[in-house]
C-alpha cells in the first residue's frame, strides 16, 4: 500500500511565523503535489514536483515555498505565515502508470492566528 | 481558462441512487476522474473513465461521460451511510495527458445520506 505521510494533523502557529509542513512518501513517485483546500473551493494546487531539486508553480504560490532535497520528502514552507493562509493542506503523489492515480496524506490543518 | 464546476451538496435517503454532476471546459483530456474524501482523511481515486467511452460501471458506481457537453456523472446505486464523503471530480485540463500529474478540481460534493 502507498503510504504518503505528512508531519502535523494540526498545527497552530502565529502571523509572520516561518511554518515548516513535511511531507513523505514511500513509493518512489516521482510526482508530489502541495494542494490547499479550502470549503467551497475545492483543492487548489500551489507548487508540485517532478524529480528532485525539480520544482513548478501552481496555481497559487504566492506566500509559500517548496524543498525537495530527497525523493521521498516534499516541504511546504511559509515564509511568513498570515491569517488568509488558515487552510486544510494535502500532499500527493502520483504513479508514473495508467491511470496516473494521486495517493494523498491526511492533511494538516493549520491554523494562523 | 480551465474550470471543472460541481453543486455543493447532495442529500439522499440511504437505498436511493445519488448522482452527483460534474462540468468542466477543457475536451482534450485522456481520463477525468472521481476521488472520495472522507470525514478526517485525504482523497483517494474512486474510479475514472478514459475519454473515449461514454459509461464505466464499477459495482455501485456508474460514471457517465458526455463529451459533446462536457458533462460527468457519478451515480452511487443503493446508497449506504458508509457513501457519506466529499466527492470531488477532477481533470487534467489543458496538459491533455494525465501523467503530466496535474489536475484540476472541481470545487466538491458533499453527499449527506440520511439514515
Known amino acids: 500500500d502507498v503510504k504518503v505521510t505528512q508531519s502535523s494533523r494540526y498545527l497552530v502557529k502565529r502571523t509572520g511565523e516561518k511554518v515548516f509542513l513535511e511531507c513523505v512518501q514511500d513509493m518512489d513517485h516521482e510526482n508530489m503535489f502541495w494542494y490547499r483546500q479550502d470549503p467551497g473551493l475545492g483543492l487548489r494546487l500551489i507548487y508540485f514536483s517532478y524529480d528532485v531539486k525539480m520544482k513548478e508553480k501552481g496555481d497559487i504560490p504566492e506566500g509559500y515555498s517548496v524543498s525537495r532535497e530527497k525523493k521521498e520528502r516534499f516541504s511546504l514552507i511559509l515564509e511568513s505565515a498570515s491569517t488568509n493562509q488558515t487552510s486544510m493542506y494535502l500532499c500527493?503523489?502520483?504513479?508514473?502508470?495508467?491511470?496516473?492515480?494521486?495517493?494523498f496524506g491526511p492533511g494538516t490543518r493549520l491554523t494562523v492566528t | 481558462g480551465e474550470d471543472v464546476e460541481q453543486s455543493l451538496f447532495l442529500s439522499v435517503r440511504e437505498g436511493d441512487s445519488s448522482v452527483i454532476n460534474c462540468t468542466y471546459t477543457?475536451?482534450?483530456?485522456?481520463?477525468l476522474y472521481w476521488y472520495k474524501q472522507e470525514p478526517g482523511a485525504g482523497l483517494q481515486l474512486l474510479t475514472y473513465i478514459f475519454s473515449n467511452m461514454d459509461m464505466k460501471q464499477d459495482q455501485r458506481l456508474t460514471v457517465l461521460l458526455n463529451k459533446k457537453d462536457k458533462h460527468l456523472s457519478l451515480r452511487i446505486a443503493d446508497t449506504q451511510t458508509g457513501d457519506s464523503a466529499i466527492y470531488f471530480c477532477?481533470?487534467?485540463?489543458?496538459?491533455?495527458?494525465?501523467?503530466?500529474?496535474?489536475?484540476?478540481f472541481g470545487q466538491g460534493t458533499t453527499l449527506q445520506v440520511k439514515p
Open positions: 477543457d475536451s482534450s483530456s485522456t481520463y
Open positions: 500527493a503523489t502520483q504513479t508514473g502508470i495508467v491511470p496516473y492515480e494521486q495517493y
Open positions: 477532477a481533470d487534467p485540463g489543458g496538459h491533455g495527458s494525465s501523467n503530466t500529474g496535474k489536475l484540476i
